[in-house]
Antibody, heavy 121, light 111 residues
Framework: EVHLLESGGGLLQPGESLRLSCAAS????????MSWVRQAPGKGLEWVSS????????YYVDSVKGRFTISRDNSENTLFLEMNSLRAEDTAVYYC??????????????WGQGTLVTVSS | QSALTQPASVSGSPGQSITISCTGT?????????VSWYQQHPGKAPKLMIY???IRPSGVSTRFSGSKSGNSASLTISGLQAEDESDYYC???????????FGTGTRVIVL
């Protein structure tokens, strides 16, 4: 059974940094792309970033380019999102999602329960 | 790059059929058969309901079906049940600057 468990969320001030983690189990981690999707309070889903199975290809939504970095440790079956220069508009529940194939253009077939990031002064 | 356009809400009585539309452009919905649909109950994680326009994952009720025409995709729920009351989001691969784009979301209300 596929299981994704996010951690690392919290309350931060604007300009601060945070690293989210997603521990994966139940599938061969390196064979699948992984993604982060966020949802601001009371709003819809927004794709944030994706990384290919081998980690060589990374993609970001325009609003986080240059501030967020996605990475993965295939030996530890863990996905990361390094978030710098945080803004109030980054406040959201961040979901870790498994892509259906090794390349990240495919749909999200499993999701974690999410971790809340709140950016406020 | 804008979100895909969905109606804010759709309602129906138990047993009826409803359809949710998802309108994009030739750079996303219209250009690829990579449209997927997700169901999200309040406070819960999204769940995959349809992928590649019309394919149902194992375990998803046959009452859910998907289609596409031009730059618009649709999710149809037939035999509406109380448990179908939820938020639904479409998503598509995009050749724009952002790899994936989600729809604005639709609240399905069972009367």
């Amino acid at each position: 059974e596929v299981h994704l468990l996010e951690s690392g969320g919290g309350l931060l001030q604007p300009g601060e940094s945070l690293r989210l983690s997603c521990a994966a189990s139940g599938f061969t981690f390196e064979n699948y792309a992984m993604s982060w999707v966020r949802q601001a309070p009371g709003k819809g889903l927004e794709w944030v970033s994706s990384i290919s199975g081998g980690g060589g290809s990374r993609y970001y939504v325009d609003s986080v380019k240059g501030r967020f970095t996605i990475s993965r440790d295939n030996s530890e079956n863990t996905l990361f999102l390094e978030m710098n220069s945080l803004r109030a508009e980054d406040t959201a529940v961040y979901y870790c999602a498994k892509n259906a194939e090794r390349q990240p253009m495919y749909y999200f077939d499993y999701w974690g329960q999410g971790t809340l990031v709140t950016v406020s002064s | 790059q804008s979100a895909l356009t969905q109606p804010a809400s759709v309602s129906g009585s138990p047993g009826q059929s409803i359809t949710i539309s998802c309108t994009g452009t030739s750079s996303d919905v219209g250009g690829y058969n990579y449209v997927s649909w997700y169901q999200q109950h309040p406070g819960k994680a999204p769940k995959l309901m349809i992928y590649d326009v019309s394919i149902r994952p194992s375990g998803v009720s046959t009452r859910f079906s998907g289609s596409k025409s031009g730059n618009s995709a649709s999710l149809t729920i037939s035999g509406l049940q109380a448990e179908d009351e939820s938020d639904y989001y479409c998503s598509s691969y995009s050749r724009g600057s952002n790899l994936h784009v989600f729809g604005t979301g639709t609240r399905v209300i069972v009367l």
